[in-house]
């Protein structure tokens, strides 16, 4: 016979009871007295859901399922990331980004800084003109 986990409308006790099947739907009532059926909780084992198919980012192959997932992570060295991890990594690579960012700003004022009047000069005019710049990382 399965458990089913109950919460009296009452007085708010949980408790468990041992009903066949059959007796599923029948009222259930709390050991308080009250006249008030109980609620059914929802209890049950931990179920894994399967995952999602998805396309391996290292050889375009399609993955199914959670045993392919692990076959296909053990096969490149990889792993699943732990929790706060990829928010660590986002972070690290903002901080990066700023230092990158700031270094470019001093190299490009040193430039400019260096540059003999002339330079300075025409430098301003192709602003004016509209000329952009795109930084390229490699």
Known sequence: ??????????????????LPLAEYDKPTFCACGSEVPATKQLQAPMIRGD???????????LISGRRAHEENLKRHGCRVLESGER?????????EEQVFDSSLD????????????????RL????????????VRG
Not at 1 to 18: D, G, H
Not at 52 to 61: E, L, S
Not at 87 to 95: V, Y
Request: charged fraction near 30%.
């Open 1 to 18: 016979m399965p458990v089913y986990v109950y919460r009296c409308a009452t007085c708010s006790k949980k408790f468990e009871r041992f």
């Open 51 to 61: 995952y999602a198919d998805y396309t391996c980012p290292v050889t375009g192959k």
């Open 124 to 135: 301003a005019n192709e602003v004016e003109a509209g000329v952009t710049a795109t930084v």
């Open 106 to 121: 001093s190299t490009i004022e040193e430039t400019i800084y260096h540059m003999t009047p002339e330079q300075k000069t």
């Open 87 to 95: 928010e660590d990594m986002l972070r690290r690579k903002a901080r």
